[in-house]
């Protein structure tokens, strides 16, 4: 009894606190409304009619249920907030509800019938930029208006078992990740099917769905449409609808399509795989009815046994990458138009396509396909074709072209047409080995053009595995006739461009010898430190002082500061006879040289140094010194007055060789006589004076300066 007693007051208090909550509940619903939520406010846009704007702050959950939406609301933006739940029939009665918006949620649920009989025209729900969104089962039952869905920017969306009775349109883009339930997309109430087929369109955009299972697909649909995608696999039953006009599949990724994925009972218009990256369609995975169907631009690494195995009016299968097709992997029951053009197939097997013959075969196209490995009997079927509709052309094998192709092409063929019309249209490879054996281009070649050129008398290219040895071809004796003219020739050529250089070099000397003197000629080059410790010249016509003891170089232009120096040293004993002999070097060099060019040259410049000679053999007294070495000093003022010259037409702009030209040809016969008197007065008139000396000397070189005669040419 005192069990009881305890267990009837444990039931009252419970009962006492349910009725409490719910009376506390039903007291905060009465007049609550949105417009009455923290960051909400509404706006009449028309009428009574309510626009109502939602700022949630981030830790905001809110929780909506029937009586908390205005039945006059049109519009309803929800932005921010932690978590917002549509609870049981929550728009039941919104006649006028044609937008909802929710943006920047963490989380968003809409539970079971929670847009429920909305009898508005249309509903356009956008869903973006959420964390996570849950559409449970029912969520849209017994709809009466069109609903349409966007649903961007989704981390991570569940959809459950029957959550739409009606849909119009939806789109799902930029979903991390998906999780499709069966019969995600069952439709209870739509209706029949408009005059012109089904109305609802499906679209997945950049959306990763890691599998599709069965009957997701079970409504009737005017398309459903895959783009940028990620499926892992498509599972058995999964297109189950009655009818789906279009399916488009366009890069995409595939892992694997799996068996009766595209049911039988399935009626497909349109059927499109585009740029996709598919691993794997097993047996039996295409088996709906298809009017077009088309698999181009893409990557297929098994089509497994009976993969396709479908009625299929036109089929084309072009410019694909796939690996391996499987015995029987493409079977048409019935067709009009096969293409299986452009593809690069790794291997192929036996009998790999099955195309009925049936009355309405229109055509069968298999053309410009790059094939590497073929089993036997692989064209069997379509060597049964009627040639009529068949169009066999330009196919490459990666087979060696070889004198017994024609065995390969019978077993490939299994018929005599079929063997004929490959070897008149197909390519096969020539290798190095059979290059070298038929001098044949290596690359690929038309097979029936290698036989007739190749296969005249049977030849068969097989490497040498026999012994071989080296033989010695550096000490040949005999040449071929050919070979001496062609070495005949080289030498020729080598003799002429070797004379070629010689001259060019010659030329390029000559010029260089030539340029040299005409640039010291014009004065460009100038020595003007002949010892860098003891000659110090700043300026023309500054005091020059030299060591006395050193001897001097010989300099590479003549300049006035320079005979300044001989003349200091002419004057000392101790440095008279290196000056003289200086000086005539100097005369030599940059007078007789550059001044002369006839044929009496050598005997003059002999007699000038006889002359020199017996001015130094004598060694006069003293008192008489300057007389005995007025021929060096006469040189010395000619050499001096020269610089001069050429100095002042420098600076006055005159040509540099004016008074060079201008001086008489036979100046050095005159110089030479003159010197030869001299040295003769010296010798019979010891005890004369000093000065008539050098009166004697100051009319001579003005006779040589006087004296007329023809210029020089250059």
């Not at 860098?532 to 030299?546: C, K, P, W, Y």
């Amino acid at each position: 009894m005192k069990n009881m007693g305890v267990r009837w007051f444990f039931l009252l208090w419970m009962f006492f606190c349910v009725c409490t909550l719910r009376f506390i509940s039903v007291t905060a619903q009465t007049g609550y409304t949105m417009c009455d939520i923290e960051g909400c406010n509404c706006t009449v846009k028309a009428a009574s009619w309510k626009v109502i704007n939602c700022s949630l702050h981030d830790g905001q959950v809110v929780n909506l249920e029937f009586t908390n939406i205005p039945e006059t609301a049109t519009e309803i933006y929800i932005y921010g907030g932690r978590e917002i739940i549509f609870a049981t029939k929550t728009f039941k009665a919104v006649p006028g509800l044609n937008l909802i918006q929710i943006k920047n949620i963490r989380r968003i649920v809409l539970e079971k019938k929670s847009f429920y009989f909305i009898n508005s025209s249309s509903l356009l729900l956008q869903i973006k930029n959420c964390d996570e969104l849950i559409i449970k089962t029912g969520a849209f039952e017994y709809l009466q208006s069109s609903v349409t869905i966007e649903i961007f920017d989704i981390d991570y969306v569940s959809i459950e078992p029957a959550a739409f009775s009606k849909l119009y349109n939806s789109t799902f883009k930029n979903i991390n990740a998906m999780k499709l339930h069966e019969k995600a997309f069952d439709f209870k109430n739509q209706g029949n099917i408009a005059r012109h087929g089904p109305v609802t369109v499906i679209i997945f955009d950049n959306v990763s769905i890691p599998r599709i299972p069965r009957e997701v697909f079970l409504k009737s649909l005017a398309s459903v449409s895959f783009k940028n995608c990620k499926i892992g696999h498509i599972e058995k039953d999964a297109f189950k609808a009655t009818q789906i006009s279009s399916i488009v599949m366009i890069d995409s990724t595939i892992d694997d399509i799996e068996e009766e994925a595209f049911a039988e009972r399935t009626l497909i218009c349109d059927f499109k795989i585009s740029k996709c990256n598919i691993s794997k369609l097993q047996t039996r995975s295409i088996l709906a009815a298809i009017g077009n169907f088309s698999l181009t631009h893409s990557i297929v690494t098994d089509i497994e046994t009976s993969a396709i195995n479908a009625t299929i009016a036109r089929s084309e299968l072009v410019s694909n990458q796939i690996v391996n097709i499987h015995p029987s992997g493409l079977v048409f029951n019935n067709w009009n138009i096969i293409l299986m053009n452009n593809n690069i197939i790794k291997h192929i097997f036996n009998k790999f396509i099955i195309p009925s013959k049936e009355a309405e075969n229109e055509l069968f196209s298999f053309k410009s396909n790059e094939i590497y490995s073929i089993e036997e009997g692989a064209f069997l079927p379509i060597s049964m074709l009627d040639p009529k509709i068949l169009t066999y052309d330009d196919n490459f094998f990666n087979v060696t072209c070889d004198c017994s192709i024609d065995l390969w092409l019978a077993n490939v063929s299994n018929s005599t047409p079929m063997k004929k019309l490959m070897k008149d249209t197909s390519f096969c490879t020539v290798s190095t080995l059979v290059s070298k054996c038929f001098s044949l281009p290596i690359g690929i070649m038309n097979i029936q053009n290698f036989t007739q050129q190749a296969c005249k008398n049977f030849t068969i290219c097989e490497p040498y595995e026999g012994k071989t040895r080296v033989v010695d071809t550096t000490s040949r004796i005999f040449l071929e006739e050919h070979d001496s003219s062609k070495q005949s020739w080289i030498i020729l050529v080598i003799t002429i461009v070797g004379l070629l250089i010689t001259a060019i070099i010659a030329t390029f000397v000559i010029l260089l010898v030539r340029g040299s003197r005409w640039l010291k000629e014009k004065g460009y080059f100038r020595n003007t430190h002949y010892n860098s410790n003891d000659l110090s010249i700043e300026e023309e016509g500054t005091v020059v002082t030299v060591d006395e003891n050193e001897k001097l170089e010989m300099p590479e232009e003549l300049t006035i500061e320079f005979l300044q120096i001989l003349a200091h040293r002419l004057d000392n004993p101790s440095t008279h006879q290196e000056a003289s002999e200086m000086i005539e070097n100097l005369y030599e060099m940059f007078v007789v040289d550059e001044g002369y060019e006839n044929n009496n040259r050598q005997e003059e410049e002999a007699h000038l140094y006889e002359e020199l000679g017996n001015l130094n053999l004598h060694t006069p007294p003293p008192p008489y010194e300057e007389e005995k070495d007025a021929g060096a000093r006469n040189i010395l003022r000619l050499m001096e007055e020269k610089v001069t010259q050429q100095t002042e037409a420098n600076v006055n702009g005159t040509p540099a060789l004016i008074g060079e030209y201008s001086e008489p040809t036979d100046a050095a016969v005159h110089l030479y006589s003159e010197l030869k008197n001299k040295s003769d007065k010296s010798d019979k008139k010891e005890k004369e004076d000093a000065s008539k000396s050098n009166e004697k000397s100051d009319n001579s070189e003005n006779e040589w300066f006087e004296r007329p005669g023809p210029s020089t040419d250059l």
